[in-house]
């Protein structure tokens, strides 16, 4: 999966597109992604020691991770993600569209010859 906790994603497709938000948690083998204000829900909850009031809580469902793309750092526009390789050996992320880098996502290592 090409998000990280903390990526700025917009939603493409469902009941909330266009919604712009942070990844607040990522479920890598479920493919679900949990966005800031998206796939919100009510939630009907029991009194209890933890929760005395009970009642409605409104939360952020996971929603699957084929319907947000990453939104573009320079443009604020969604975009793919790819991914390369920098000459001192470090992996990183960069958008598609534009080519900007995103992140580094591995240390450098020895570079092949």
Same mark, same amino acid.
């Given at each position: ?6 990526? #700025? &994603?917009? &939603? ?11 990844? +607040?948690?990522?479920? %890598? ?5 949990? &966005? #800031? /204000? ?7 909850? $029991?009194?209890?020691?933890?929760? @005395?009031?009970?009642?409605? +809580?409104? $939360? #952020?469902? @996971?929603?699957?991770?084929?319907? &947000?793309? +990453?939104?573009?750092? *320079? *443009?604020?526009? @969604? *975009?793919?993600? /790819?991914? %390369?390789? +920098?000459?001192?050996?470090?992996? #990183? ?5 534009? /080519?900007? *880098? ?9 570079? $092949?010859?």
């Amino acid at each position: 999966m090409k998000f990280r906790i903390d990526d #700025e &994603v917009q &939603v493409i497709a469902g009941a909330d597109k266009g919604h712009k938000g942070k990844i +607040l948690k990522i479920d %890598r083998a479920a493919n679900k992604i949990v &966005v #800031e /204000g998206a796939g919100r829900v009510w939630k009907h909850v $029991k009194k209890s020691q933890k929760n @005395p009031q009970g009642g409605r +809580l409104n $939360k #952020e469902m @996971p929603i699957s991770a084929s319907n &947000v793309m +990453l939104v573009d750092p *320079t *443009t604020g526009k @969604p *975009t793919r993600v /790819g991914f %390369r390789f +920098l000459d001192d050996g470090s992996k #990183e992320r960069f958008a598609k569209a534009s /080519g900007a *880098t995103i992140g580094k996502i591995a240390p450098t290592r020895a570079v $092949k010859k």
